[in-house]
């Protein structure tokens, strides 16, 4: 401890200490460092983090605790008035921060840069959380770009400039106070994981970010081209909860994976151009604020959703009668993650099979997914309900059996999420109701009983979907 004026540094999505633009800002400023969390629920509203979020961010900033010596200080409130407040009773010499997209965040960031400058606190803000700099990508004629391959190819590789280099860790630096135990534990209680066990295979915090990063280095990276379609096959990275939580930067996952690798060869260009649609994601959310609850093609705002509970409570239970479907329904409330191709199957089966709103299901991702994400949910959402900027066109329906049988060719993800049906021949697992009778008997399966007949004929909902959309 030194008797000199601590920085602020308030930590939200930046949960880690290396490559931490403001962390390191604050450290070369030479003044002890106050580490600050503040849960302001009530300024999230509608968006404040979903259970599996919660579960998350308390190991996640009881990680972040450890690796300060305990040092990090978490207040519950309205940030407007903690942070500033706080910074003038410290007498701060300044406060840092990395800045994020959510447009509630970015008001409040207003907010509070005001109140701090009209105090004489100096403000510094940084970019922590994206390789480029969405204020600065625009097309030729001034305008934000609406379509992903443009925005990446020419608007970030092309022209934007080139992502710096990862800041290393920090060496030891002075902290100011260590906090006993605050109520963190207490305010994030939350239910999940709901299913014992469901919750093994994370490891919250930046060692585990880490870990999960070199994991994917050895193992899936070289598949990644061809696997990454196939929820049965362990080659993407699961590195999203560590990616929103911003206990690891998209800057240092982009340096490990050009390491001794060209940008052209095809698992590191095809996982590169992922990253970028997290990117593509937070500048649309910039650009269009509106993105959670307003349809981007306006058009959306006269189509004629059904109002089914029933059926959307069988969506979120995993009791579609399509295995593929409930498979990954169940993945979601076991594990808290959905791999990529089966989130575009099972959100495409409720906007399109149940023609249900996608705000239902962009609420239930939100309270499920330990990645939830305010700009790559309400994108994606929006690119599958066709509503979106650059968005799937609305007669791409996904067929679940095909995928199914396309993406999980033995059915082993099927399997091993929806077990009542596991005996099934792989031809019938995912299509039980095609199976003749003795098949079903030997496998033990009896239909409606133990797993239930499909909800919803495909070809009918199918074509009630098109008819929907010609009304428009
Ligand atoms: P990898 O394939 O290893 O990709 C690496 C990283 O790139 C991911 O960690 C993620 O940060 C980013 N990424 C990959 N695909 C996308 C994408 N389509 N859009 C934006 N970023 C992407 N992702 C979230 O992080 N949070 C969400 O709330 C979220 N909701 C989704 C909702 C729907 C309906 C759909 C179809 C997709 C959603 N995604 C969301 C995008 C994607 O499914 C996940 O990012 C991905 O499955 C995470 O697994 P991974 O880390 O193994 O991905």
């Known amino acids: ?123 510094r803000t940084f970019n922590g959380a994206y390789l480029y700099d969405a ?43 260590a906090d006993p135990g605050q109520d963190e534990e207490q305010h994030l209680r939350t239910p999940f994981p709901r299913v014992e066990g469901g919750a093994d295979e994370w490891q919250p915090g930046e060692a585990g970010a880490r870990q999960q990063l070199e994991a994917f280095l050895e193992s899936g990276l ?24 911003g206990e ?44 959670p609850t307003d349809n981007l093609q306006k058009k959306f705002d006269r189509f004629p959703w059904r109002d089914d509970p029933e059926a959307r409570d069988a969506w979120q239970r995993g009791a579609t009668g399509y295995p593929i479907v409930d498979a990954g329904m169940r993945e979601l409330r076991r594990t808290g993650y959905m791999h990529n191709r089966v989130r575009m199957i099972v959100a495409s089966f409720l906007v399109k099979n149940l023609l249900q709103h996608w705000h239902h299901g962009a609420a239930w991702f939100w309270d499920n997914l330990l990645d939830a994400d305010l700009a790559n949910n309400s994108a994606s959402w ?28 033995q059915g082993d993800y099927v399997r091993r999420y929806v077990p009542e049906i596991a005996q099934l021949p792989d031809k019938f697992v995912q299509s039980p109701w095609e199976a003749p009778a003795d098949e079903l008997a030997a496998a033990g399966v009896e239909l409606g009983s133990d797993y239930p007949e499909p909800i919803v004929d495909l070809k009918a909902s199918r074509e009630r979907a098109l008819e929907a959309f010609r009304s428009l």
């Open 248 to 291: 690891i930067s998209p800057h240092q996952v982009r340096a490990a994976v050009l390491d001794g690798r060209g940008p052209k060869d095809p698992g590191v260009d095809r996982f590169l151009s992922e990253i970028g649609w997290r990117e593509f994601s937070a500048y649309l959310l910039l650009h269009e604020p509106g993105l």
């Open 1 to 123: 401890m030194t008797d000199k004026r601590p920085a602020l540094v308030w930590f939200r999505q930046d949960l880690r200490l290396a490559d931490n633009p403001a962390l390191h800002a604050a450290i070369d400023s030479g003044a002890p460092i106050f580490a600050l969390y503040v849960h302001d629920d009530e300024a999230a509203g509608s968006w404040k983090p979903g259970s599996a979020s919660r579960w998350w961010l308390g190991r996640s900033l009881a990680a972040l605790r450890e690796s300060l010596d305990g040092a990090l200080h978490v207040r519950s409130g309205d940030a407007r008035e903690i942070v500033p407040a706080l910074a003038m009773e410290l007498d701060a010499s300044g406060v840092f921060w990395n800045r994020c997209v959510e447009p509630w965040r970015m008001a409040g960031d207003d907010a509070i840069k005001n109140t701090l400058q009209s105090a004489d606190i100096e403000v």
């Open 135 to 177: 204020n600065t990508i625009r097309k030729q004629d001034g305008t934000p770009y609406r379509v992903f391959t443009p925005f990446w190819r020419k608007g970030c590789l092309e022209n934007g400039r080139p992502p710096r280099k990862p800041l290393p860790a920090p060496g030891r630096f002075d902290l100011h106070g």
């Open 382 to 409: 929006q690119w599958v309900a066709g509503s979106g900027a650059d968005a799937a066109p609305y007669f791409r329906i996904f067929n679940p059996v095909t995928q199914g049988r396309k993406f999980d060719p």
């Open 222 to 245: 070289a598949h990644y081209d061809e696997g990454r379609d196939r929820p049965d096959m362990r080659c993407v990275s699961r590195l999203s909860p560590h990616l929103h939580f």
